[in-house]
């Protein structure tokens, strides 16, 4: 379905409801959506994400009113087509890891440091286990405790981790 024709309201109502059992304290998974556009090549699916960070951010009606003023919000895209391919040294890590080692580049490396992904990743290698996605997110929450954080995190061709 092209673009214009979806609904981002709903896709927003499911983050808000995230945001709400976040709030309440909740750890069960039932209570947590991951949104989820799949189809065929070229109907929108990456510009629906896109799209929809972009509302996200710019008209913040969504925002619960205890973050109002102590908010950061970021956009994470990770396309494990183009510009985060799989390659040998990733068939021995999981999924968390995967995930997490690129999220801690985004987050840590990649705007405050000449280096390519995979130098970073060479680097860390032996200590590759602790980067798993919340570890990653408890060392982001570390650099700012008491400042609120939303992360849209945007993940195309997923199922290229196996």
Same mark, same amino acid.
């Given at each position: 379905?092209?673009?214009?024709?979806?609904?981002t309201d709903k896709a927003i109502t499911r983050i808000i409801?995230?945001?709400?059992?976040? @709030?309440?304290?909740?750890?069960?998974?039932?209570?947590?959506?991951?949104?989820?556009?799949?189809?065929?090549?070229?109907?929108?699916?990456?510009?629906?994400?896109?799209? @929809?960070?972009?509302?996200?951010?710019?008209?913040?009606?969504?925002?619960?009113? #205890?973050?109002?003023?102590?908010?950061?919000?970021?956009? @994470? %895209?990770?396309?494990?087509?183009?510009?985060?391919?799989?390659?040998?040294? &990733? &068939?021995?890590?999981?999924?968390?890891?995967?995930?997490?080692?690129? +999220?801690? /580049?985004?987050? /840590? +490396? #990649?705007?405050k440091y000449r280096m390519k992904f995979v130098t =970073?990743?060479? @680097?860390?290698? #032996? %200590?590759?286990?602790? /980067?798993?996605?919340?570890?990653? =997110? &408890?060392?982001?929450?570390?650099?700012?405790?008491?400042?609120?954080? =939303?992360?849209?995190?945007?993940?195309?061709? /997923?199922?290229?981790?196996?």
């Open positions: 379905m092209p673009f214009m024709e979806r609904d409801r995230n945001i709400e059992n976040h @709030l309440k304290g909740s750890n069960s998974k039932t209570d947590y959506d991951i949104l989820v556009s799949g189809g065929a090549p070229g109907i929108g699916k990456t510009r629906y994400g896109v799209e @929809l960070f972009k509302q996200l951010e710019n008209n913040q009606n969504w925002v619960p009113s #205890e973050w109002k003023n102590n908010l950061h919000i970021g956009g @994470l %895209y990770l396309d494990f087509s183009n510009g985060c391919q799989l390659d040998s040294y &990733d &068939d021995e890590l999981t999924p968390t890891v995967i995930i997490g080692l690129q +999220i801690a /580049f985004a987050f /840590f +490396i #990649e705007r =970073f990743r060479r @680097l860390i290698w #032996e %200590y590759r286990d602790i /980067f798993t996605i919340p570890d990653v =997110f &408890d060392s982001i929450y570390d650099l700012q405790p008491n400042q609120h954080l =939303f992360v849209f995190l945007h993940i195309d061709e /997923f199922q290229l981790i196996d």
